[in-house]
């Protein structure tokens, strides 16, 4: 038992003491100090938000990733653009167009990338087609150059219903012609103008035989740059594109939309969303925090006192991340939030023990002096060990934690000399008012003492949930998948996780790094056999097999178009034909395929023309009516019909002919705007792998890499950054963590000079740790990049509760009911409740990992709680007995 004439509580006494006799000088001294670590901090604080500089270079995977970007920098920090558009042939023109704003502004766009619009690709395109599929296009093409020829002599409605209704003719004849996806793309047409809306006829689509799609993609890869001096490193970039693509007319509203994702959209959303969302449950968590120290104060000066230690401390210890570290990032920013968490703990206790200490014939320096002998060493023991256990992070590779554990070790520190320093000076101003038991403490008091009379009840309740805990351990999970952490109704978010449902084009895929060509065939016929792999390119695959052959049908199609050309002005004339006439060509087109229905019913073609029969028939109705809607003359209802139908085969037919003119061509041809995404700077070749399933689920995603892994362990690329990053993240936690706890048990051992009083330290610790890692079991919440830097702060929290628990009841002598009702017991409940209160408001972010780690501490603080305030005083309550029955 520590009494007052022990040296360490004579120390403790009298550094209080000097504290409130010479405040006025300490707050000055104190505040001049902070003063000038602000400024400091203005000054020279950074803050890196590039993730990828948060471990280590020395890991393996790390390192193979920074040897890729080396040889492929034009890969680093990309955007990924996606243009949306009725038909590929709008989505191509819209890309073009926005691909040339990006090339033309170098300053802020270095690399631009659309490797659909290279003109080595559009005029080489069919080479990449199998020979089948060439076939297919070439007899489309002969079944649609008599249709062709005739609108490029006579581009409107009436020739076009003329020469379709020439061509159902033929099928009611007998003649073999491929119309289904004509009939059906002319349908859908018919019927999104009817609806009001404008859906144009694809002919690139009907030219190659295809079925039209609603929506066609095309994707820009960009490189911005990026200002790192900002928080939000991409947002001018990504304003200056959002910008222009409102400018051009692409809006979510329009025909054609653009919509932004890749790594660095992410990571641009991510920030965004994790700010504002810890703005958000800031403001909450200081009403609630507030409103838990009114209810343990009941007073305005308290609550002033421990507010203003802690913003002081907070300050000291960002002053010391500028001097010892220089910067923070996306990991350590988070010493704040453990800091104040851990930080309030010291206060609370500090000052309920003087107001459980002050009679009233005793003054306030008395009572101070007291106060500080009797909670002095216990705090320290407490700072040291939290301290250690922060420490205990700084050997590991992940560079992000280790700077956290080097700042929120020393903040642990700078708390303690705050608590033990500023919070007696500021007695001098706002003293502790002398308070009766009141209806708050009364009733706390009542729910600490339930389980005092079941002992073998919550002896067995801890049995048996410890017993169910290591069932569940391992079944923990860690979620790798980084877009899990994101808002996910961020536009970034939505448009990337609907690219990797795409496994021909995923954006997650596995890059593989050779310096030989010869290799590359060897490797990438050993990655085709693998199950989970869907695809491989090289750039042994951009020079096409079988080009004699597929020249063949190119010269056949190129004969069967003819010298077709389109005059540039042709959709501009109005139409020759009046509406009556166009009317009758419609109405004809209808009857042909009425008849043709009737005589073929089971035509392979005969759905489709129903539909086009009925379409036809809508519109006929309405050009029979007197006045049509909204006033729209019918005249302008036929262009608009007109131009749905025929405007985009101009292009379509240049882009074909385009493309007809290919020659074959060897790997030497290749141009170096293509080469040079395969070929590294430093004679590297590349080999891009891409999966079999969708990656965006964990297990999917650990299948993929571990089985290219095994023939290429060099791979790279988010899918193996984000496994092995998940993996050294929990090595790197699994490790500090041993070294915490070893460091906590040897420092309470020396302090507490106390086997029995360190087990009982350590037993609710553990207890909470086992509880809470069951506990995501059961309510399926898995460990994550972010959720996962909570367990330091459980870990503070747990270890300081049980020592002033221990050092209590230790010191004083107190029984369990007296141990509860003490202000020990209050600062612990009211310190989780602060906690709780502050950190518990996360789960309303909009971030998914800040809302996971309000998840997961409100799981871990409720279960310390229990632990501390219900196990721990009933084993502190048998080792008293036991010791009885030994005396």
């Avoid at 006829?201 to 994707?219: H, I, N, R, V």
């Avoid at 023991?381 to 992940?398: D, E, K, S, V, W």
């Avoid at 309740?461 to 979620?479: E, G």
Wanted: with cysteine; hydrophobic share 50%; glycine share 6%.
């Amino acid at each position: 038992m520590t009494s007052s004439s022990s040296s360490s509580y004579r120390f403790f006494a009298r550094w209080a003491g000097i504290s409130y006799r010479y405040a006025i000088w300490i707050i000055l001294l104190i505040l001049v100090v902070v003063t000038l670590g602000a400024f400091y901090i203005v000054n020279n604080l950074g803050v890196h938000t590039d993730t990828t500089d948060m471990l280590s270079e020395d890991v393996p995977f790390r390192a193979n990733h920074i040897r890729y970007l080396q040889s492929f920098p034009q890969y680093e920090d990309t955007l990924l653009l996606v243009l949306d558009a009725p038909t590929p042939e709008q989505a191509h023109i819209a890309a073009k167009r926005f691909t040339r704003y990006l090339q033309d502004d170098v300053t802020q766009f270095p690399s631009t990338y659309y490797l659909t619009g290279e003109p080595f690709f559009e005029q080489n395109g069919l080479f990449y087609k199998d020979l089948s599929e060439l076939g297919r296009i070439t007899d489309y093409l002969a079944a649609a150059q008599p249709l062709v020829a005739r609108l490029a002599d006579n581009p409107n409605l009436f020739t076009f219903s003329s020469v379709l209704t020439d061509a159902v003719e033929e099928l009611r004849k007998g003649r073999k012609l491929e119309l289904e996806p004509v009939f059906s793309g002319i349908s859908a047409t018919l019927e999104a103008r009817l609806a009001g809306k404008s859906r144009a006829l694809s002919w690139q689509a009907l030219l190659g035989g295809e079925e039209q799609k609603d929506t066609y993609q095309e994707l820009i890869i960009v490189q911005p740059k990026l200002d790192y001096s900002q928080i939000f490193a991409a947002e001018g970039p990504i304003d200056a594109i959002r910008t222009t693509a409102k400018g051009m007319g692409f809006a979510p509203d329009a025909t054609e939309k653009l919509r932004i994702t890749g790594e660095v959209a992410l990571a641009h959303d991510e920030l965004n969303s994790a700010m504002h969302g810890a703005q958000d449950a800031g403001l909450l968590a200081l009403i609630m925090v507030a409103v838990v120290l009114l209810i343990a104060f009941r007073s305005a000066g308290a609550i002033f006192t421990i507010i203003v230690s802690l913003l002081l401390g907070l300050l000291l210890t960002a002053a010391f991340a500028t001097v010892a570290v220089g910067h923070l990032n996306l990991i350590s920013i988070a010493f704040a939030v453990l800091y104040i968490g851990l930080g309030v703990d010291f206060a609370i206790h500090f000052l309920l023990r003087l107001e459980e200490i002050r009679k009233p014939d005793q003054t306030v320096p008395e009572a101070v002096y007291k106060t500080g002998g009797d909670m002095g060493q216990s705090l320290l023991i407490c700072a040291l060990t939290t301290a250690i256990g922060f420490y205990a992070f700084m050997p590991t590779t992940y560079r992000g934690v280790a700077e956290l554990g080097l700042i929120s070790g020393t903040g642990m520190l700078i708390s303690f000399l705050i608590t033990m320093t500023m919070i007696p000076a500021l007695q001098r101003f706002f003293p502790i008012q002398i308070k009766k038991s009141s209806l708050s403490v009364r009733s706390i008091n009542k729910i600490l003492d339930l389980p005092r009379r079941s002992r073998k009840l919550v002896y067995s309740i801890t049995i048996i949930a410890v017993l169910a805990s290591i069932l569940a351990l391992p079944h923990i999970k860690f979620d790798y998948n980084l877009l899990n952490l994101n808002n996910p109704h961020a536009e970034s978010v939505q448009t990337f996780q609907e690219l990797l449902g795409d496994a021909e084009d995923s954006p997650w895929h596995i890059n593989v790094l050779v310096d030989d060509v010869q290799q590359i065939r060897q490797i990438a016929q050993q990655l085709r056999a693998l199950s989970e792999v869907k695809r491989v390119i090289s750039i042994l695959d951009l020079v096409p097999e079988e080009q004699e052959e597929k020249s063949l049908l190119i010269e056949e199609m190129a004969m069967i178009l003819g010298p077709i050309s389109f005059s540039s002005t042709a959709f501009l004339i109005p139409s020759p034909h009046t509406v009556s006439e166009q009317r009758m060509a419609l109405d004809k087109l209808r009857i042909v395929l009425s008849q043709f229905v009737a005589e073929q019913p089971e035509h392979p073609a005969a759905v489709s023309a129903r539909a086009l029969e009925g379409s036809l028939a809508n519109l006929i109705a309405k050009l029979d009516k007197p006045v049509l809607e909204n006033g729209e003359a019918k005249e302008q209802l036929l262009l608009t019909v007109n131009n749905d139908l025929l405007s985009l085969l101009p292009n379509a037919i240049k882009r074909l002919q385009l493309a007809l003119e290919a020659q074959p061509f060897s790997q030497e041809a290749l141009p170096a705007s293509v080469t040079e995404l395969w070929h590294g700077k430093d004679d590297a070749y590349r080999i891009a792998v891409y999966p079999s399933e969708n990656i965006n689920d964990n297990d999917a995603l650990r299948r993929f890499v571990r089985a290219v892994q095994q023939i290429t362990p060099n791979a790279t690329g988010v899918p193996v950054i984000s496994l092995e990053a998940g993996e050294a993240v929990v090595d790197a936690f699994f490790h500090a963590f041993s070294l915490a706890l070893i460091g906590v048990i040897l420092t309470t051992w020396i302090m507490l000079r106390s086997a029995t009083s360190t087990l009982l330290v350590l037993i609710p610790l553990l207890l909470a740790a086992l509880l809470t890692g069951a506990g995501t079991v059961f309510m399926g919440l898995s460990f994550n990049f972010a959720n996962i830097i909570a367990l330091p702060l459980l870990l503070g929290i747990g270890i300081d509760s049980s020592l002033h628990m221990v050092y209590r009841s230790r010191n004083t002598g107190a029984d369990y009911e007296n141990l509860l009702h003490t202000s020990t017991a209050r600062a612990i409940f009211f310190s989780a409740l602060t906690t709780l209160a502050g950190f518990g408001s996360l789960i309303f972010s909009i971030h998914q990992g800040t809302s996971s780690m309000g998840q997961l501490l409100t799981i871990g603080l409720l279960l310390t709680l229990v632990c501390v305030l219900i196990i721990l005083p009933i084993l502190l309550q048998s080792a008293s007995d036991k010791k009885e029955i030994t005396a």
